[in-house]
């Protein structure tokens, strides 16, 4: 077969035959790959100019329907995906990661955008910045589409979520994507890519796929576009420096090499929950997707007293793992993606045995089920044993990206820490203990190095997704050598492919810019009560001045009595006035939130369909018996939810007091129908 690359619109061969793929367990061959001719500014203009358009024409939340939309599509096609992957070498668990891992990767995508961002084009950052005495000039960033492409340049290792992790925050920010896939594996993704193009879901222009080389592409880049990598932290280093990356100022993320340590507690003696709990996460991260993860456990952390037991344990663990053809029934590891990896892997070996000693995998003698065992890129498990780990480099150094770890002694956890630290820049440590505050010490001194830091003890282990499982809401990249950036990271992933620009100006211009009412702005009397008026037909300004209310000592007593809230400050003078904060007795600060609510509330029934909560809350001045409160309500904030005949509603509350100051203000959250209620409903 030979695969085409999907650039323009349409599917492309190369003009020569290109580089082999070959089949991981058989060495049969599965495809051949070529992007010569491919005219690699044109794609990177069909994305500027088609793509993204298409995407930014769309708000977020129509993104993210784009996204549900595919991963159900995707969903429908599991089976003959998985029945290509076994041809990478994956076992049908190693398949799960990949596939259901990056279709569930786009659902979470999907559901933390319908969540944490508007049904918009801009996303407003932060509070409104004031930058006068009288407010009449102030400060908004926003969040804005780039108009360029995403070119994202892929490994072997995962051929299907590898693509879609990074897919899925590029196309909610509304930036196309051109998609090269590490070659080895690159048959799995074509697939992939074709069905995607084959459902439509997508606007024209917004996925592209080289199977091949870039060519002359990085050539043509702009200080719009950026490049988000996965692979080698050399390869990475050799595109960052690339003179049009440099000179455009191209957006440039890496996830690259990763010397990841596990790290079994002082406290976590054999015969503890945690002990074992260790063993089988490093033996498990050794042989998933035969050890070829950027997130894999290279140096297993152990007190020296606890080295020996470590070493038996991970034997015993790793004798029942069954190495072969993953379509060969029991096979529980799969070979590596290629004979070349398999000696870039033995290399690796090489120089780690020159520091350390192999106490398990026999290289020579060890048993491959199904597959050809001379054409196939078997390889058992490899773990080794490193007595002086300050003294070794290797270990610190040099990555064998295949089933291959080495235990290493520590001596107290300041040591651990150092040992992890000599990674310089990892994506992932773990931390295995049942004692919190040696784990909260040993997460402070591993923080600044490391991406992400997973603590595991007998509470938590049943439900964790364990050492090597990046997760979409939480950040996936790492510190120096990991590459310094992150991958997805949930809607910061989103936030890395948008422009954050500073808008000064007067209060009006940085509502029309933001899409949010800035304090400050014009305040607009609809005519009628605000609740009355269906979501459509809110302005953002729509204001209710409220009449006013006295607060008596019978308004604080009483709601006290109803709500058990008998705090001194509310119920005596005496105490009250030596409260240096109040002076005297004060109402409470919920009993004005639900005054205020008496005020501004229309009690009919309406297109307000509920409350669902405040936000930023904050009582600013306190209120005496005596004083006067009234409300000014205002529609801050509208994202429509289409699918379900409703929006929500941001309105800008402030309480304020017979002298006009403010005494608390807040947001209050409504649901809001976008039908109108016919006149026969609102008696």
Not at 485 to 493: A, Q
């Amino acid at each position: 077969m030979q695969l085409q690359s999907y650039i323009g619109g349409a599917w492309r061969r190369g003009r020569d035959r290109g580089a082999a793929l070959l089949d991981a367990s058989t060495g049969e061959l599965v495809a051949e790959a070529s992007s010569a001719g491919i005219d690699f500014a044109a794609a990177l203009d069909h994305a500027r100019e088609v793509g993204g358009p298409g995407l930014r024409a769309l708000t977020f939340h129509e993104r993210a329907g784009l996204l549900k939309a595919l991963a159900k599509r995707l969903g429908e096609c599991k089976e003959e995906f998985y029945a290509l992957s076994y041809r990478t070498g994956a076992t049908r668990s190693d398949s799960w990661i990949d596939i259901d891992g990056g279709i569930g990767t786009l659902f979470a995508f999907a559901s933390k955008a319908g969540r944490e961002l508007p049904n918009a084009h801009v996303l407003a950052d932060g509070a409104l910045e004031r930058l006068s005495k009288a407010g009449t000039f102030a400060g908004q960033h926003i969040y804005v589409s780039r108009e360029g492409a995403a070119v994202h340049i892929n490994a072997f290792n995962f051929p299907v979520w590898g693509m879609l992790e990074k897919l899925a925050p590029a196309l909610l920010a509304g930036v196309p994507a051109i998609v090269k896939p590490a070659t080895a594996t690159a048959y799995l993704t074509e697939l992939v890519v074709r069905r995607i193009v084959e459902s439509g879901i997508l606007p024209g222009g917004a996925l592209q796929l080289v199977c091949g080389s870039l060519g002359d592409l990085f050539d043509h880049l702009n200080c719009q576009d950026l490049v988000s990598f996965t692979g080698s932290a050399h390869t990475a280093a050799r595109l960052r420096a690339h003179p049009n990356v440099i000179r455009h100022s191209v957006r440039f993320v890496a996830e690259t090499d990763s010397l990841n340590s596990c790290i079994l507690a002082p406290d976590a003696l054999p015969g503890t929950p945690e002990f074992d709990l260790f063993v089988q996460e490093v033996a498990r991260e050794m042989t998933v997707k035969a050890g070829q993860k950027c997130t894999a456990i290279r140096k297993a952390l152990v007190p020296a007293a606890a080295a020996v037991d470590v070493v038996e344990a991970l034997r015993a663990a790793l004798g029942k793992v069954v190495i072969g053809d993953p379509r060969a029934q029991g096979v529980g590891m799969g070979p590596l993606v290629s004979l070349d990896q398999r000696a870039e892997v033995l290399a690796r070996i090489g120089d780690l045995r020159r520091e350390a000693g192999l106490v398990v995998g026999d290289l020579d003698g060890f048993e491959v089920r199904g597959g050809d065992r001379q054409r196939g890129a078997f390889l058992p498990p490899v773990l080794l044993l490193c007595r002086e780990p300050h003294a070794a480099r290797a270990l610190h150094e040099g990555e064998a990206f295949g089933p291959v770890a080495t235990v290493a002694p520590y001596r107290g956890a300041a040591d651990a820490i150092a040992l992890a630290r000599r990674g310089a820049g990892s994506l992932v440590a773990s931390v295995f203990s049942a004692d919190e505050e040696l784990a909260a010490g040993l997460v402070r001194g591993l923080a600044p190095y490391h991406g992400r830091i997973l603590v595991v003890n007998r509470h938590c282990a049943k439900e964790s997704t364990g050492h090597g499982s990046p997760l979409a809401p939480l950040v996936h990249g790492g510190p120096g050598r990991a590459g310094g950036g992150e991958e997805m990271g949930g809607i910061r992933g989103v936030l890395h492919y948008m422009q954050r620009t500073a808008v000064q100006g007067s209060p009006d211009v940085l509502t029309a810019a933001g899409g949010r009412w800035a304090r400050g702005s014009r305040l607009r009397d609809p005519g009628v009560h605000p609740f009355r008026i269906p979501f459509n037909d809110l302005e953002l300004g729509d204001t209710l001045q409220s009449g006013e209310r006295l607060v008596t000592v019978e308004d604080i007593e009483r709601f006290a009595m109803l709500t058990g809230d008998t705090f001194y400050a509310h119920m005596s003078e005496a105490e009250a006035a030596r409260n240096p904060l109040f002076g005297g007795r004060v109402a409470h600060g919920y009993f004005l939130i639900a005054a205020a609510a008496g005020l501004f509330v229309d009690p009919a029934y309406g297109p307000v369909l509920g409350n669902y909560g405040l936000n930023e809350l904050r009582f600013v001045k306190p209120v005496k018996p005596g004083d006067r409160i009234k409300v000014r309500l205002t529609c801050a904030e509208k994202s429509l939810r289409a699918d379900k005949g409703w929006g929500e509603v941001a309105w800008d509350t402030e309480i304020t007091n017979e002298l006009d100051e403010t005494v608390a203000s807040y947001q209050v959250l409504t649901m809001v129908s976008v039908h109108a209620v016919p006149d026969s409903q609102t008696s």
